[in-house]
């Protein structure tokens, strides 16, 4: 099943002005046609410990290289090409060549493991995925061997440091293509237009699965246009991405950005703080864009006094609200400005502050909604809440996605457009938001939503669980860990690390394990037997990581 959509009259009549009629290669050919000479990636490989640096000449070079093999190798008009990369070079080039062919990017998390990759390769219906030989120990080639026979329509698994014929640099870069009389022809033939799908990313399943998200270049850019006008970005910035490019954040404002604005892109494949600082000061850093956690081990990074970070202006920090008190040290340790910002893998950065804010809503607020975006706050009755009283969020506009792959029925928009974001917040007079918890039974750790149902349900497969609930549990540098209540079955014991072994053992990613565990006789429930997780979270509220 290819990933074609028709996007409705109604929509494209709605976003207007906002849908740009853009693509990424259409920035790519203008900015390499441009300032050919200028560097466009600088990108740090912690494993193999190279630095490479690609000009945008070099880069479009790569890239039509690539897109010429991926074509060599089957892939077609709206196939599916995965990768599961961290933020190196190959990453950004490998999203460009399947653009240049028509093909759509389904990027997965590094972090994910057989139980995710299984699922998401599957229902993609992938044909080609991109993996490292090896990244943080991880044999990520071994994964997909054991995976295939559960993946009929994946051809190809491509190595990055890999041998033979699979290798990376043999499959997608053996061939210098520079020369094919045949090239123009074929990409002007499977050249995408701007309401064409070029994304299909997996969010972390709160509801039992993944869902894929479908994204276009008008949904995209939409964005990233108003975003970077509104935090003043151009060809003259120099963006560093450590979150990760799989992560709709690294996407859009570490992959897509850059090449939209002509800026260098810096990319950290390891977060490190003392790195990152490192690098602030060698490439001259002047914006970058993570999660909390990344903000407050930047700030809290020793190596700050041995760096030269003046030229950082603007530090943008979304994932999970930040503390006031974390953002006013952050903004005067590092001497740049924090903007906070909420968005969704559904919809890119809807709400951000404004540089130039005052205190209270640079530092009490998620922000604003962009130009082209929406927000409101509704009550348990559908109407408009008061102002400062607490509701469920709602978006809607030119950045919303198109609709999930498969599964059209779970995108919960209204007759005119407004999405359940299913989070919720408290609205002030001037529009600015507040999140304030979440509809929807999820954990946000350090920016990366724990879906807890799977999580769960895999606790409830140990022998000695009887019923089980996972919770948020505060944490100052991640904003939230994972915390399980569990009763257990008569004479039955169980410890946190036979927690972990039996998680692991399912194949679910360490990110998502619990990181406490608390026994309990019995679960607080209702008259009808739903465990009453709002008790648990009280109680959860004092306790600590073990």
């Not at 046609?33 to 193999?48: E, L």
């Not at 045949?182 to 969010?203: K, S």
């Not at 992560?247 to 859009?252: A, L, W």
């Amino acid at each position: 099943m290819s990933v074609r959509i028709t996007v409705p009259e109604d929509r494209v009549r709605s976003a207007g002005r906002f849908w740009p009629g853009i693509t990424v290669i259409d920035r790519l050919d203008a900015v390499a046609a441009a300032t050919p000479d200028k560097a466009a990636i600088v990108a740090r490989n912690s494993t193999s410990g190279r630095t490479t640096t690609l000009t945008w000449r070099q880069l479009r070079r790569i890239v039509d290289r690539m897109a010429l093999a991926l074509v060599d190798l089957g892939i077609g008009k709206d196939d599916v090409v995965s990768c599961q990369l961290p933020n190196w070079w190959e990453f950004t080039a490998l999203h460009l060549a399947a653009m240049r062919i028509g093909a759509v990017t389904n990027p997965i998390m590094p972090i994910f493991r057989e139980r995710e990759v299984g699922y998401m390769l599957g229902h993609a219906d992938s044909r080609l995925v991109v993996v490292p030989k090896s990244y943080r120990g991880f044999d990520y080639p071994a994964m997909l061997e054991g995976l295939k026979p559960g993946l009929p329509k994946l051809e190809h698994v491509i190595v990055i440091g890999g041998e033979g014929e699979a290798a990376f640099e043999t499959a997608l870069l053996g061939k210098r293509r520079e020369g094919d009389a045949e090239r123009e022809r074929l990409f002007a033939e499977r050249r995408m237009g701007p309401d064409d799908v070029v994304q299909l990313l997996y969010t972390s399943g709160t509801t039992g699965e993944p869902k894929g998200v479908m994204h276009t270049s008008n949904t995209l850019f939409s964005n990233i246009v108003v975003y970077a006008e509104r935090l003043g970005l151009s060809a003259d910035d120099v963006v560093l991405m450590a979150s990760p490019m799989a992560h709709q954040t690294g996407f859009m404002y570490g992959l897509m950005m850059p090449v939209y604005l002509g800026a260098k892109a810096v990319l950290q494949d390891v977060w490190d703080p003392a790195v990152a600082a490192t690098l602030i000061e060698d490439e001259a850093v002047s914006f970058t864009m993570a999660s909390t956690p990344f903000l407050a081990d930047l700030a809290g990074t020793p190596a700050l006094s041995a760096c030269d970070i003046s030229s950082l202006g603007i530090f943008l920090a979304a994932g999970a609200p930040i503390p006031s008190i974390l953002a006013e040290r952050a903004a005067e340790k590092l001497g740049a400005e924090i903007i906070s910002a909420w968005g969704m893998t559904e919809n890119g950065a809807v709400t951000t502050t404004k540089p130039g804010d005052p205190a209270e809503k640079a530092f009490g607020s998620d922000g604003v909604a962009v130009p082209g975006m929406e927000v409101r706050v509704r009550d348990d009755d559908d109407n408009t809440a008061p102002t400062g009283v607490e509701g469920r969020l709602e978006a809607r506009g030119a950045g919303n996605f198109v609709g999930y792959f498969k599964r059209p029925e779970l995108a919960k928009f209204t007759e005119d457009g407004w999405f359940d974001t299913g989070d919720l917040a408290r609205m002030d007079a001037d529009g600015y938001i507040r999140i304030t918890g979440r509809a929807k039974d999820i954990i946000i750790r350090g920016g990366e939503n724990v879906p807890v149902v799977e999580v769960e349900e895999i606790l409830y497969r140990h022998p000695a669980v009887a019923a089980a609930a996972v919770v948020a549990m505060p944490d100052e540098r991640l904003g939230e860990r994972g915390c399980a209540f569990v009763t257990l079955k008569p004479e039955m014991t169980l410890t946190l690390d036979e927690v972990r072994r039996h998680l692991a053992a399912a194949g679910m990613s360490k990110q998502y394990w619990p990181e406490r565990l608390e026994i309990s006789e019995e679960l607080p429930r209702t008259a009808s037997g739903k465990i009453q997780k709002f008790r648990l979270r009280e109680i959860a509220g004092d306790l600590k990581p073990e």
